[in-house]
């Protein structure tokens, strides 16, 4: 038997990894464990990740330059993100819950307008160009660039409710329902995929550490976990008889 | 037929999962039973064929937006474009949105160093750089103004005594900018943000959910090609596998000759990928022949 932190690290890593698993089989304690500490741990590492790697040496780094040592140099203007980040936390007082608000408008605006003019021009404008039909290519990319378009504007017309969706309207709209079809179904098809693909990684791991080197971590955890949930069903169902 | 079909259509889902495990275990545990070919996708082709116009000394940006949880899929081709880079003399700059991204760009490094394949050295060959919060603003603060928001680098090394920091100022001292993602911050941001407004090559490397948004930018060459989930790193991966035995045949001075290159992990896994997929298909194809006679039953 070897004893080391690794083993250790291993030992858990299995072990969250079949208590998430055995909700396949149904709901059950162990399932139920390993997500709350799933979410704790979660909660609590990107809390002091973001203090320790944003707050403390991009703010405090700056109003006090000397004491952190971050390599920024004084900035006063740094004062007002403090006091809004201050405001962010006053939702807990509800008397001074409205001042939150402040910071919000500043975000939400914030967010807007700079999403507002790179959204317009990657999503909007350089799409809308390349629909287009560039007859200097090939007869293959020439088609597939007029299903593009027809593509584009029959979803287009779908979604377009101020006509009701009859004759001409109705037929391009019903065009535009099989292309969106199609796109839901690729992307379920790559849903799929990623999903199985993460299986995959997971299972890599368990079959890794079930050698000696590991102690048998799989094995005698997996077992283990079977016997523990045969016996807690069959109290369930005792129980509920 | 009709009562078979009636019984697959009542089984318990967990004899559903049980086969879809065993056919993913057991490829994993025997590969030799189940060898199927790597065809390489166009899109993959185009990613390979932008890095490898890319000169000796020319300087390329990775963006790592990923974590444990979408590490099979991302993490294999993460591997491969770097020992890519590598074998081109190409100085590489890691930097992290996500908050695992330094974990596993430490990962990927700790794996091209101990394959002993390259001679490099951190600080002049590459940097990394620790997680910055922010997503999308972080990647115009990259844009417009790298120093402002990397003072050091992720060992606390100020970045003014690197010599692979020299002229580096914005997004437009790169080169390149290539992404990992696995949702947001990902490509599409490093799209809106960066690369369509500095004009700037951008490529990447996501997982399979994130495909079919990207393919947008693919199809209107915002984006270089791109390496779509597991299969596309393992084509990425046996590409860069042909490449490298090839340079070391012919003496390429940034691989060292004694080195052993090695396939690949997403190569591996993706009989395990095909065999699972071949079943859901099967499951697919039963289980609407079950609903049908289904209903046919009820009238």
């Not at chain 1, 368990?206 to 807690?232: D, K």
């Not at chain 2, 025997?30 to 899109?43: A, F, R, S, T, Y």
């Amino acid at each position: 038997m070897i004893f080391n932190f690794e083993i250790i690290g291993v030992w858990v890593l299995v072990l969250m990894t079949l208590c998430i698993l055995s909700y396949l089989y149904g709901d059950n304690p162990f399932y139920k464990i390993s997500e709350h500490i799933f979410v704790g741990v979660s909660a609590g590492y990107v809390f002091a990740l973001v203090w320790w790697d944003q707050i403390w040496p991009n703010l405090f780094g700056r109003l006090f330059p000397e004491y952190v040592g971050a390599g920024f140099e004084f900035s006063p203007i740094y004062i007002i993100p403090l006091i809004l980040g201050i405001f962010m936390l006053f939702r807990l007082i509800p008397s001074l819950s409205w001042l939150a608000r402040i910071a919000i408008a500043y975000i939400v605006g914030m967010a807007a307008g700079l999403k507002f003019y790179v959204y317009i021009n990657s999503n909007i404008l350089m799409q809308i160009q390349n629909s287009a039909i560039d007859l200097s290519k090939s007869g293959g990319e020439i088609f597939n660039h007029i299903l593009i378009l027809l593509g584009v504007f029959s979803a287009l017309v779908y979604f377009f409710f101020s006509k009701e969706h009859k004759g001409t309207v109705g037929a391009i709209s019903k065009i535009g329902i099989y292309f969106l079809m199609i796109k839901f179904g690729a992307s379920f098809g790559f849903a799929v995929m990623g999903r199985i693909s993460l299986l995959i990684g997971r299972f890599e791991d368990l079959i890794s550490y079930s050698s000696y080197q590991y102690n048998y971590a799989t094995p005698i955890i997996l077992i283990s976990m079977i016997v523990i949930l045969g016996i807690w069903s069959f109290q369930s169902s005792e129980t509920k008889k | 037929m009709e009562r078979f079909f009636t019984i697959f259509g009542s089984i318990d889902r967990r004899v559903i999962f049980l086969l879809i495990g065993l056919s993913v275990l057991i490829p994993l545990i025997k590969p030799d039973w189940v060898e199927l070919p790597i065809k390489i996708d166009n899109n993959t082709q185009i990613v390979y064929d932008s890095i490898a116009d890319l000169n000796e000394g020319d300087r390329v940006l990775l963006s790592f937006e990923y974590g444990a949880s979408t590490k099979p899929e991302v993490h294999p081709m993460a591997v491969a474009v770097l020992k890519h880079l590598f074998s081109k003399g190409i100085k590489v700059y890691i930097v992290s949105l996500w908050p695992e991204g330094p974990i596993m760009a430490k990962l990927a490094m700790d794996e091209i160093i101990a394959s002993n394949l390259f001679n490099i050295e951190d600080g002049k060959d590459y940097v990394m750089f620790d997680y910055k919060v922010g997503g999308s603003i972080v990647i115009k603060n990259i844009a417009d103004d790298f120093r402002g928001i990397y003072k050091q680098d992720y060992n606390k090394i100020p970045i003014e005594t690197l010599p692979i920091m020299q002229g580096i100022y914005n997004v437009q001292d790169f080169d390149f900018v290539f992404d990992f993602s696995a949702g947001v911050p990902g490509n599409a941001e490093w799209v809106q943000y960066a690369c369509d407004p500095k004009e700037v090559p951008l490529s990447s490397g996501c997982t399979s959910i994130m495909v079919t948004d990207a393919i947008p930018y693919v199809e209107s060459g915002q984006l270089r090609g791109i390496l779509a989930g597991m299969p596309g790193a393992a084509e990425y991966e046996k590409m860069v596998y042909e490449y490298l035995s090839n340079e070391l045949v012919n003496n390429n001075k940034y691989i060292n000759q004694n080195a052993n290159i090695d396939k690949g992990k997403a190569f591996a896994r993706m009989s395990a990928q095909s065999v699972a997929h071949l079943l859901m298909v099967i499951f697919i194809i039963l289980g609407n022949l079950s609903y049908y006679y289904e209903r046919r039953k009820k009238g």
